[in-house]
């Protein structure tokens, strides 16, 4: 399995909301490739804080954020992904064509780079091992529990993130334990981040992930 490559091929376009058959509406980011990056975001979360580092994205890629499927008891207008794989790869692919539909791009849904914060990480390291050819590149975000190898083995790169006022021990071993284990791996820190929280830093850590995740494996 070959890494996903972006050329820069289009000029960046503001963020914005595109509605969705059927769905909920997505958040889309059209950047300088047709490469589709998908944010998922975390228990209960807010797709839309995607734009606090939108930039680094679409520096690669385009930036899909997409809500989640099952309504949060108490919390209207807010949603958590489900462990439904079959249907959140749907649900992925579809947004990608959506994305597509509306900025007029070529956007590829079998081609896809997940970044995934909290609950969505361990959703991100799902769909990883489920369908490693359409989800080879990725970026688990403060996962309730450290990137397992088991399901991250298929994968052709992985970068783990942290904030730096979680406990971040076990996410730093498991970035050695899997860079031993063969796969690419970077762990990434992002500074005065509480869980939930990305920082003022997030932009450059950010597009130093990403720059991880699309240079040349060759």
Same mark, same amino acid.
């Given at each position: 399995?070959?890494?996903?490559?972006?050329?820069?091929?289009?000029?960046?376009?503001?963020?914005?909301?595109?509605?969705?058959?059927?769905?909920?509406?997505?958040?889309?980011?059209?950047?300088?490739?047709?490469?589709?990056?998908?944010?998922?975001?975390?228990?209960?979360?807010?797709?839309?804080?995607?734009?606090?580092?939108?930039?680094?994205?679409?520096?690669?890629?385009?930036?899909?954020?997409?809500?989640?499927?099952?309504?949060?008891?108490?919390?209207?207008?807010?949603?958590?992904?489900?462990?439904?794989?079959?249907?959140?790869?749907?649900?992925?692919?579809?947004?990608? +064509?959506?994305? @597509?539909?509306?900025?007029? #791009?070529?956007?590829? *849904? /079998? $081609?896809?780079?997940? !970044?995934?914060?909290?609950?969505?990480?361990?959703?991100?390291?799902?769909?990883?091992?489920?369908?490693?050819?359409?989800?080879?590149?990725?970026?688990?975000?403060? +996962?309730?529990? @450290?990137?397992?190898?088991? #399901?991250?083995?298929? *994968? /052709? $790169?992985?970068?783990? !993130?942290?904030?730096?006022?979680?406990?971040?021990?076990?996410?730093?071993?498991?970035?050695?334990?899997?860079?031993?284990?063969?796969?690419?791996?970077?762990?990434?820190?992002?500074?005065?981040?509480?869980?939930?929280?990305?920082?003022?830093?997030?932009?450059?850590?950010?597009?130093?992930?990403?720059?991880?995740?699309?240079?040349?494996?060759?």
């Amino acid at each position: 399995m070959r890494a996903v490559e972006a050329t820069p091929t289009h000029e960046v376009e503001a963020v914005r909301t595109v509605p969705m058959s059927g769905d909920l509406p997505i958040v889309v980011a059209a950047g300088q490739s047709d490469l589709p990056i998908v944010y998922l975001h975390g228990f209960c979360g807010d797709p839309a804080r995607a734009k606090e580092w939108a930039a680094s994205a679409q520096a690669h890629g385009t930036l899909i954020a997409l809500h989640g499927n099952a309504p949060c008891v108490g919390k209207p207008g807010r949603y958590r992904f489900t462990a439904d794989m079959k249907y959140l790869d749907y649900r992925v692919r579809k947004a990608v +064509g959506a994305a @597509a539909a509306a900025t007029g #791009r070529s956007l590829d *849904a /079998e $081609r896809i780079v997940l !970044v995934g914060y909290s609950e969505g990480a361990t959703r991100a390291e799902q769909l990883a091992w489920v369908y490693p050819e359409r989800y080879p590149l990725l970026a688990v975000m403060s +996962g309730p529990s @450290a990137p397992s190898y088991d #399901r991250l083995q298929r *994968a /052709e $790169r992985v970068a783990i !993130v942290r904030g730096a006022k979680e406990y971040t021990k076990p996410y730093r071993r498991a970035a050695g334990h899997l860079t031993r284990a063969g796969l690419s791996t970077r762990y990434f820190e992002l500074p005065e981040a509480a869980h939930g929280d990305f920082g003022d830093d997030a932009p450059r850590v950010m597009s130093e992930l990403f720059r991880f995740l699309f240079s040349d494996l060759d």
